[in-house]
């Protein structure tokens, strides 16, 4: 079973600090994602990585960056957090063309 | 511009009834459509796909259905039990090259499986 792991499953955080959320997966699954779930809006792509050190903007990348230095691992960071950055954010690998797998997410709150 | 689109936000169906769950996309590219289903404080799970170059895929009490012409899928739950109760997310995606297949969601619908 492919398993993608992220390192919170609750996070608060305050206004104006760095923010790093990790995520694995152990499959070497070439392709990993960052989406946040909002009510109403459901997920939406921050960004996406193909391979180690590649990264592509995703459809609201603004606030965040990403580091893929390792296949396994593909972080996503909060340069100053704001609070409409509080959200449920979801890790996902796949494998070619295949449909996305994904962690258990990170609830962050912003306060 | 919401190029997959779930238009309804929540569906009730009793116990033992079929539930469907529709969904509309606009991007003719998409040859790749996926079913997911989500309890809160959790993450997606993968439920069925289909391929653009069918109409039907089955798999137990699950069924999506593809209409490429109305550029809509559907996905039946027959029999419903109360444990389908989740938000369901369709998804969809294009060819690629060069870069990673990116899936693109719509809102989710809500069902709620009544006893």
């Known amino acids: 079973d492919v398993k993608v792991t992220q390192s919170s499953r609750y996070l608060v955080k305050r206004t104006g600090e760095k923010v790093f959320l990790e995520c694995v997966q152990d499959?070497?699954?070439?392709?990993m994602f960052w989406y946040r779930q909002d009510p109403g809006l459901g997920l939406r792509l921050i960004y996406f990585s193909y391979d180690v050190k590649m990264k592509e903007k995703g459809d609201i990348p603004e606030g965040y960056s990403v580091s893929r230095e390792k296949k396994e691992r593909f972080s996503l960071i909060l340069e100053s957090a704001s609070t409409n950055q509080t959200s449920m954010y979801l890790c996902a690998s796949s494998l070619g063309s295949s449909g996305a797998f994904f962690g258990q997410g990170t609830r962050l709150t912003v306060v | 511009d919401q190029q997959v689109k779930q238009n309804s936000p929540s569906l009730s169906v009793q116990e033992g009834r079929i539930s469907i769950l529709n969904c509309d996309y606009t991007n003719s590219m998409f040859d790749y459509f996926l079913w997911y289903k989500k309890y809160p404080a959790e993450g997606p799970t993968f439920l069925i796909s289909i391929s653009s170059i069918k109409d039907k895929n089955e798999d137990g009490r699950f069924t999506v259905f593809l209409n490429k012409s109305a550029k809509h899928l559907s996905l039946h739950i027959v029999p419903s039990q109360p444990g389908d109760s989740a938000v369901y997310f369709c998804a969809a995606s294009a060819p690629h090259t060069g870069t990673a297949s990116k899936l693109t969601f719509g809102t989710g619908t809500r069902l709620q499986v009544t006893l």
């Open positions: 499959m070497d699954h070439e392709n």
